[in-house]
T-cell receptor, first 112, second 113 residues
Framework: KAGVTQTPRYLIKTRGQQVTLSCSPISGHRSVSWYQQTPGQGLQFLFEYFSETQRNKGNFPGRFSGRQFSNSRSEMNVSTLELGDSALYLC???????????FGPGTRLTVL | AQSVAQPEDQVNVAEGNPLTVKCTYSVSGNPYLFWYVQYPNRGLQFLLKYITGDNLVKGSYGFEAEFNKSQTSFHLKKPSALVSDSALYFCAVVNNAGNMLTFGGGTRLMVKP
C-alpha cells in the first residue's frame, strides 16, 4: 500500500498570502489529522476529519481551516499568513480510533 | 486535558549499550500510547503502541516500551543501540475519543560509535 502523500513538499509564501496544502491518506483510511511542527512549540494538533466531518479541533486561530472530500483526501488552508506560520505541516491517516496514525513526509512552509 | 512529558531533551549513548528514552503522561480514562521516530527532513515513523494487555510492548527495529500505570510512564528501550538509531523520538497519547494525538516535546537520541 502506498503511504500518506502530501503536496507540495516545500512552499514559500509572503506575509498576507494564503496557502492550501493537500494530503492523500492511505487507501481505506477514513480519518485524517493535521499537525504543525515548529522548533519552539513542537508538534501541535490542528484538526481531525472523519468521513468529511471535522471531529476534533486544536487551539489554532480561525485562519487555519480544513476539509475532507468523499475520497478521504484532505486539504488545509491558512489565510493571511504570518511569519509564525512557518512550520512543517504533517498529515496523518488512520483506519480506526486507537490505531496508530501514519504520517506523511510533511509540507515545509516558509513565510517571508 | 491530556499531556505528555519527555524530561530529557537529549540522550547520549554509546553504540552497543542499552538505551532508555523517558516518557510520562497524564490522561483521563484509558491511555493509548505511542512512540514515533523522526529522521531529518522526514515525517514521523511509527515504532510501537500500547493499547491494553502486556505492559512490555515490542515494536519495530528492536525497540520496546514498558507501560507502568502507577507511575504513568511509558519509557522506550532498546537493549543494544545502533548509530543509525540517532534521531528525534516522540511519545504521544490519545484518549478514547478519536485520533487526536498529544505529543511530548521530543528527545534527541545521539548514539556514538
Amino acid at each position: 500500500k502506498a503511504g500518506v502523500t502530501q503536496t507540495p513538499r516545500y512552499l514559500i509564501k509572503t506575509r498576507g498570502q494564503q496557502v492550501t496544502l493537500s494530503c492523500s491518506p492511505i487507501s481505506g483510511h477514513r480519518s485524517v489529522s493535521w499537525y504543525q511542527q515548529t522548533p519552539g512549540q513542537g508538534l501541535q494538533f490542528l484538526f481531525e476529519y472523519f468521513s468529511e466531518t471535522q471531529r476534533n479541533k486544536g487551539n489554532f486561530p480561525g485562519r487555519f481551516s480544513g476539509r475532507q472530500f468523499s475520497n478521504s483526501r484532505s486539504e488545509m488552508n491558512v489565510s493571511t499568513l504570518e511569519l509564525g506560520d512557518s512550520a512543517l505541516y504533517l498529515c496523518a491517516s488512520s483506519n480506526r480510533d486507537s490505531s496508530p496514525p501514519f504520517f506523511g513526509p510533511g509540507t515545509r512552509l516558509t513565510v517571508l | 486535558a491530556q499531556s505528555v512529558a519527555q524530561p530529557e531533551d537529549q540522550v547520549n549513548v554509546a553504540e552497543g549499550n542499552p538505551l532508555t528514552v523517558k516518557c510520562t503522561y497524564s490522561v483521563s480514562g484509558n491511555p493509548y500510547l505511542f512512540w514515533y521516530v523522526q529522521y531529518p527532513n522526514r515525517g514521523l515513523q511509527f515504532l510501537l503502541k500500547y493499547i491494553t494487555g502486556d505492559n512490555l510492548v515490542k515494536g519495530s527495529y528492536g525497540f520496546e516500551a514498558e507501560f507502568n500505570k502507577s507511575q504513568t510512564s511509558f519509557h522506550l528501550k532498546k537493549p543494544s543501540a545502533l548509530v543509525s538509531d540517532s534521531a528525534l523520538y516522540f511519545c504521544a497519547v490519545v484518549n478514547n475519543a478519536g485520533n487526536m494525538l498529544t505529543f511530548g516535546g521530543g528527545t534527541r537520541l545521539m548514539v556514538k560509535p
